[in-house]
C-alpha cells in the first residue's frame, strides 16, 4: 500500500475535478491524442499536479514526442512520481501516478531521447501549467509543506 498526502473520497474529487481530469487522474482515464491543452506548449514554467498542485515536471524537460500528449524526459523531483507496474489491455507499460494525491498521470516509456532514455508521456488534463514568472522564487524547496493541515470533514 502507497501512503498519499492528500487523500479525498471520490466524491470530493468528482466535485473538485473537471469531468476530463477526473477521468484520467482518479479512473486512470486516457485522453485523446492531439486535443490536450498543453501537447504544444512551449513555455517555460512549471507542470503541477491538477489534483494537489505538486510540482511534477519542468518545461525544460518537455520534448516534442509526435505522440500527441505532453512528453517528458525526466519528472523534476524523482520523489514526486511514484512508478507501478500496469498490465491493463495486455501490454507491459509503467504507470506514472503523482506521490502527493495517488492521481494518475500517464506512463513511462523508455524510448526517449535524452541521457535516462526515458519518455514521461503524460496527459494534458493530469496538469496545471504555471508559467516561469509566477514560480520565480520555486527553487530547491519542497512542495507541499505550506499545505493546511486542517481536519477535511465538513462535507455538508
Ligand atoms: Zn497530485
Known sequence: MSE????????????EL??????????????????????YNKESGDYRCAACGTA?????TKFESGTGWPSFTEPAVAEAVELRPDNSLFMKR???ICRTCGGHLGHVFDDGPGENGQRYCINSAAL????????????GE???????????????
Not at 476530463?20 to 486512470?28: N, T
Not at 519542497?142 to 455538508?156: M, W
Open 4 to 15: 498519499h498526502k492528500v487523500v479525498k473520497s471520490e466524491e470530493q474529487w468528482r466535485q
Open 18 to 39: 473537471t469531468p476530463a481530469q477526473y477521468d484520467v487522474l482518479r479512473r486512470a482515464g486516457t485522453e485523446p491524442p492531439f486535443t490536450g491543452e498543453y501537447v
Open 56 to 60: 511534477l515536471f519542468d518545461a525544460d
Open 94 to 96: 509503467t504507470e506514472v
Open 128 to 139: 496545471a501549467f504555471q508559467p516561469a514568472a509566477a514560480s520565480a522564487q520555486d527553487d
Open 142 to 156: 519542497p512542495a507541499g509543506a505550506a499545505l493546511p493541515a486542517q481536519p477535511d470533514s465538513d462535507t455538508r
